[in-house]
């Protein structure tokens, strides 16, 4: 187990329909002691995460990077805390196949915000994102 000084980088995550899979990926690179994942702090965001704040808030203000789905609501906080508090991390986005609205989202974030978010489309594997994002 890593100690406090040895984080490198934190990582929110906040993927709704996808939690569960990130977890189970993280937790077999955790297990074989993958280096890409040994030194970095990964966050569960969601309702309740930290009572009474916003977890995804509180990660994205200390450059947090983060792994979310594109729906209306993380996209919107992502772009508005890009915008208005000068967030600098990255954010890879793993649109829920089959819904529309969040390849749109997607999209439109990625017109905006090249240099800072990778889409990674339904097929294709975390393993490719998590390495872009090194």
């Known amino acids: 187990m890593s100690k406090l000084e040895d984080i490198e980088k934190l990582v929110y995550v906040y993927a709704h329909k996808k939690t569960n899979i990130i977890a ?13 994942y040994l030194n970095e702090f ?19 203000l200390v450059d947090a990077d983060g792994i979310t789905t ?7 906080e992502f772009a508005y805390l890009y915008k208005e ?15 529309n609205e969040q390849v ?10 090249t240099d800072y978010l990778l889409c990674l ?8 994102g998590k390495k872009l994002m090194s």
């Open 104 to 113: 749109a989202n997607a999209d439109a974030l990625q017109r905006k915000l």
């Open 24 to 36: 189970e990926h993280i937790i077999k690179h955790l297990k074989i002691k993958n280096s890409d």
């Open 121 to 128: 489309n339904p097929g294709k594997k975390l393993e490719d």
């Open 42 to 60: 990964f966050i569960f965001c969601g309702k309740d995460a930290i009572p009474g704040y916003n977890a995804m808030h509180l990660a994205s």
């Open 70 to 76: 594109a729906g209306a609501g993380t996209s919107g």
């Open 85 to 99: 508090g000068g967030v600098k991390s990255n954010l890879l986005i793993l649109p829920i196949e089959n819904h």
